[in-house]
């Protein structure tokens, strides 16, 4: 099954692979909306629908209404580091949505969880800590990650922290072999 309704195609291989890579992001920050917010579920569970549609369950509306919820719980938390992490795995069940669009926006899909991870690493050590989680997070997307990542526009350098880390991560991506 393929995604053809765009400017190229996108399997449900391709698809299942960078939602896959977006939990891997997320999965790290989860503990940090957990400490934040213990009652609060709708971090996990958009992880979770992401993870599900990563091995094989059908792409369905659970992908959707967890992502919304989690980028809703992440309005609520209190601290820089909940707020990344409830975004980051808002944005992995979201990845299911990636579009076959060459839209630089679409990018975000696929990068916006490592570029969280990223600034939450940033966070806690500075400089040091920022470059070694880029090239660590650049090295986990494994194929076809950086082949899809391919075929969109760069990922724009724009003045928040996050698509500043997006555009770093975009670039370590696109340069490996």
């Not at 399997?11 to 992001?25: I, K, P, Q």
């Not at 659970?62 to 809703?72: E, K």
């Not at 990922?155 to 490996?176: K, Y």
């Amino acid at each position: 099954m393929a995604s053809t309704n765009g400017d190229f195609e996108l399997t449900l291989d391709e698809l299942r692979a960078v939602a896959r890579y977006a939990a891997d992001c997320a999965e790290s920050l989860l503990a940090e909306f957990e400490a934040d917010a213990p009652g609060d579920t709708r971090p996990r569970e958009a992880l979770d629908a992401a993870r599900a549609f990563a091995e094989g369950a059908a792409r369905t509306n659970l992908q959707r209404a967890t992502a919304f919820a989690a980028h809703r719980a992440a309005k609520t938390a209190s601290t820089e580091t909940a707020q990344l992490a409830a975004l980051a795995c808002g944005d992995a069940a979201a990845a299911a949505y990636l579009h076959p669009i060459a839209k630089a926006t679409q990018v975000g899909h696929v990068l916006r969880p490592a570029a969280c991870a990223v600034r939450v690493a940033e966070l806690r050590g500075g400089e040091d800590r920022r470059g070694e989680s880029v090239r660590s997070l650049a090295q986990r997307a494994v194929h076809p990650v950086p082949e899809v990542l391919r075929r969109y526009p760069n990922a724009p350098r724009g003045a928040s922290r996050l698509s500043q880390l997006m555009s770093e991560l975009d670039a370590a991506i696109r340069a490996r072999d």
